[in-house]
């Protein structure tokens, strides 16, 4: 399973710069509009593992499942690697579009401070000592908590970002290419969270023959 | 104590809209920026070149780096099970 979808995550990404090439261009913006094709989805991949994160924290600190800890670690991390996409190319788009890299208005702080409390998820679970993983769970539910004040955030304060409502009301010739990156960075979502968590669960096996080592020789 | 309260609430309350009042109203689409002075305008090209080559560059970096963690986990590993054979 893993192999195809590794194949398939590279073919997309290989034709994704036709598709945004193909795609209409936007009569204000000009040419720097198409950031749009990698800024979003990499937004909605850090969405995404943060669900993953937060689902499979509350699962870890309430039925103590090992595998949902692995899970959740790994999809803080790639939580962040996407949520550093979309903070750089935010900015890059922003220097052209609004003659500013940043602003500190409502979407982009908040989306500035999620990105702090995933840093602060790992940060807890490396340097956090015995009990880290459970008190990074619980900042992995508050993580998830925030998604959706950050995503309605420019819907409810007078920001620069543009609203939610420029996803669904997009245009035919912008749609193809938008859904397909989308898709292709859910698809890269996947196959790093599947590497990740191998990695994860590598770690615990060679941490518990290290404590059984210990108490064999003890 | 209550009237204290009272007006700081009605205070804080006054300079936030203020800071409303002050707010851009916000918008449903792009909106482009050709009122600057030709000096401050930037060129689109390289900045849409740098954002894809971020995010590429930024992926790879990260497989390597996981590929690096899990070769050093098997490494371990393996030496840990030789240890334990040894004995």
Sequence with gaps: ?????????????????????????????????????????????????????????????????????????????????????????GPLWGRKAWGVWWEWEARLTMAFLLEMIFIGYLLVRTYGGPGADKLAAALGIFGM??????????????????????????????????????????????????????????RARLDDLYLAQEDGAA | MVKRLFTVCWSMFGLGAMAAAQTPAAQDGFVNVNTLPPADQVS????????????????????????????KVETEMKALERRSAAR
């Design chain 1, 1 to 89: 399973m893993f192999p195809p979808l590794v194949i398939l995550t590279a073919v997309m990404f290989a034709g994704a710069p036709f598709m945004i090439a193909g795609a209409l261009n936007e009569p204000t913006m000009g040419v720097v509009y198409k950031i749009f094709y990698f800024h979003v989805p990499a937004w909605f991949a850090m969405f995404s593992a943060i669900f993953t994160c937060g689902i499979a924290s509350a699962y870890f600190l309430f039925k103590n499942n090992r595998e949902a800890d692995h899970l959740a670690a790994s999809a803080a991390e790639i939580a962040v690697l996407f949520g550093l996409m979309g903070l750089v190319t």
């Design chain 1, 145 to 202: 908590v925030n998604v959706p004040f950050v995503y309605v955030s420019v819907n409810i304060w007078r920001t620069r970002h543009p609203k939610t409502t420029v996803v669904p009301t997009l245009g035919p010739g912008m749609r193809g290419a938008f859904w397909y990156c989308v898709a292709a960075f859910m698809l890269l979502f996947l196959v790093l969270l599947a590497i990740r968590v191998e990695l994860q669960r590598r």
């Design chain 2, 44 to 71: 689109a090209g390289p900045l849409l070149l740098a954002a894809y080559s971020f995010v590429w560059v930024v992926v790879l970096f990260y497989v390597w780096t996981v590929w690096r963690r899990l070769n």
